[in-house]
RNA sequence: GUUCCGGUAGCUCAGCAGGAUAGAGCAACAGCCUCCUAAGCUGUAGGUCAGGGGUUCGAAUCCCCUCCGGAACGCCA
């Protein structure tokens, strides 16, 4: 079915055609946020205005009156500096009830994304702790993002990195040692990259449950290592779990090394000549693909710099046959993307193969004050105490409201406190309030009724409001996947919830006729498939009743 | 010094492939439950869109400069 833009587009040509003889290139058309101006509109004589050396309201009405209209639209009128208003009739509002009816949750998918094989790695925290507050963000942001590009007809893969080889995992294992030690009474000091958070004292104390003092005795440096990796990384599986996140593929970068990736990637990059030596390091040539300086691949000392297995890692998702890959990476690293930009090119990738999504960094605030959020220091809030506190939901909804390069505050004494009057549950209770008038409705004797087709008591301003928002969905949806703006989502979200709690306040939905009631509950269904799976798209429930 | 983000109502943020009177939530104020869940609705008030130039018929939106805030500029990850 082609859409009402597509429809005017055409008309639009056409007229431009007989009236001036003009191949219009580009024809844009807008719903103007003001019903006064119609439900659609085209600024097409403004433009023209120039090369048509001619005032925008005369071009306007000249076409106007050249115009075949397009079933649904009712009127035309042309506004103050020229702008090409259309109205459009209720019967053609109305036909999205039953549209989405028969589509169920399936409204709103399209194939726009024709099946692209895209990578999105996020969250991909290092196992050497738990999920903080800071690290939520990039969850909800991933997983929404997923969500939607999935409904856009994308073919969507969600990853996580985990970085369980590299020094990081030296500085776990020994942080796990001292606090071992501790456990018997014995004090080691702390060496100065170690991890100092309350989960690393917990395992230690798993260890001690299962094998006593054996490691006083014994190196247990081998251990701590795999041990500590598996333990914390169970650990972020299942506060991701309690967030709603799940991944498709949990990528070990040792795995790597083990099978030798790395190893034949820097082969690759040296045989190919993207290396140098210099300074007995081995220096990659990412100035070739307009890094502002070469970076080092192995150090002096022989080992190698995080930036070659991440390398590695990027060969190995292109060898799997993804056409796109999406890295969401925290503000911190945004000085990484050039060189990383470079080397998947060096690797066989195009430029715009991989995409970075870059998320601003969340301050989070207590008593007025700024807690930094780090592992190392062992103070950061984790996720799991703010869901248990204010629910998945509410924590979810939170950070799907605002688009990725916002610099956000977390006040989280306002979080926890405010549960009543978070906005998540004003969007939740438009599903329940639906939910309540159904179970009303079929104590009637009524229920939604799909083979109902035409609509005629869908007049007033409330309803028509709904069904315009409805109309919307599915544009919003690929607008939201190809952009990768799911908090576009979050926005329609509420903006659909008032509509229907304003629609409820207005119409005595259950008082009227018999076919004024089944019409506004085919109505309530619609709207109710639509914000259940707008919500489902944002990670948050709809519940029946609240 | 360079690079990347941000600066919009008292607060938290939308709007930024230019469009018509700049929006929402919270906070404030005034109304609305003998009536389908008041976690709701209706209305009022609140803005020099950081500032200054420029492009345009039209700029919060695009370009340049300045100021303020955050982040990054490692042979750390």
Redesign the pocket.
Known sequence: MPTMEDALKNALENALKQAYDLDADVI?I?Q???K???DF???LA??L??TLRNN?FVIAETNKEKLELPSGVDRVEV?????I?FFVSEDYLSDIIPEILEKGEQFGASDIGKGTHVNIEFVSV?PTGSMHVGHARGAAAGDSMARVMKKAGFDVTKEFYV?D????IHNLALSINVRYHELFGRTLEMPG?AYHGPEITELAETIKAEHGDRYLYEDGYTYFREYGVKYLLDGIKNDLAAFDVEFDVFFS?KSLYDNGEVANTLKFLKENGHTYE????L?LNTTDYGD??D??IV???G?????LPDIAYHKNKLSRGFDKLIDIL???????IPRLKAAIQMVGGKADTLEVD?L??V?VLREGKEVKMSKRSGKAISLRDLVDDVGKDAVRYFFS???????????LD?AIK??????V??A???H??I???F??AAEQGYEPDASIQTYQALTNE?AKDIMKLLMNYPSLIE?AA??R?P??IT?YV?TL??AL??F????????GEATHIREHLNLLEATRIVLKDALFLIGVNA????
């Open positions: 844009h807008e103007p946020k003001d006064q101006n119609g509109s085209t600024n403004m433009t205005a120039k925008p506004a103050r500096p020229g702008f208003n290092n970085n080889g590299g020094n990081q990259d970068e210099k300074d007995d390091a220096f502002e300086k970076r080092v150090k002096r000392d080992t190698y710099t995080y930036l925290g503000g911190d690293h945004h000085g990484y870059i601003q960094i301050k409201r605002h688009s990725l390069n916002t610099h956000m505050d977390l006040d306002l405010k549960t009543n009057e978070n906005p549950f004003y939740q209770y438009a329940a309030r939910n309540s008038l179970e009303k409330q607008e190809t952009k703006i908090h576009k926005n509420h919830a008032s709690h304003s409820y306040s207005a119409v005595p939905i259950l008082k519940p029946r009743s609240m």
